[in-house]
């Protein structure tokens, strides 16, 4: 599955701590959108989609909560739970995030604009798309 963990930089004294990122340094792209989600429901299911080309970073600079990620083969739950701590994400990954902690806060930065069309909202035409490209990259 390709996800990636980044460990972000901590620069930190007895007086506090500072992460910084850097497009195309820190985070392997130029980011275009910056969003976040708080507020956030013990029991609520965010996510439930896959990107058809955007890549993101995600990370919880305040609280925690669980991202499961499927690729069409394989799923795989990892809890955010450190501020320095961001979870890369490819195109073509199916994504539910859930378990908050009560003051979570989920900030993203994201490769493009916000876009609709990117969004592949519906499972089973998640699993025939990652099938379809599985065949390509066989035949290619
Ligand atoms: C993702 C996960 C981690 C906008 O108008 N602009 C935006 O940039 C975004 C991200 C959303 N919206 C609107 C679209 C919906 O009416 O905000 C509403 C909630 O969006 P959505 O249901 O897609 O939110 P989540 O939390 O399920 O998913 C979001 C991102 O959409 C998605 O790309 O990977 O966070």
Not at 69 to 74: H, I
Not at 83 to 103: A, H, K
Not at 115 to 131: S, T
């Amino acid at each position: 599955m390709e996800y990636r963990i980044i460990d972000f930089a901590e620069h930190g004294d007895d007086t506090g701590s500072l992460v910084a990122i850097e497009a195309l340094k820190d985070v392997p792209f130029a980011i275009k959108r910056v969003y976040y989600i708080y507020g956030t429901t013990a029991h609520a299911v965010r996510g439930r989609h896959a990107h058809k080309t955007l890549e993101q970073v995600i990370f919880c600079p305040v609280g925690s909560c669980e991202f499961t990620l499927d690729d069409g083969g394989e799923r795989k739950t990892i809890r955010l739970q450190h501020p320095n701590q961001g979870l890369y994400l490819r195109s073509n990954i199916w994504r539910e995030f859930t378990n908050f902690s009560p003051d979570c806060v989920v900030m993203v930065l994201a490769s493009e604009q916000y876009d609709e069309a990117d969004y592949i909202r519906d499972y089973a035409e998640f699993m025939r798309l990652i099938a379809g490209a599985d065949k390509i990259g066989k035949r290619g």
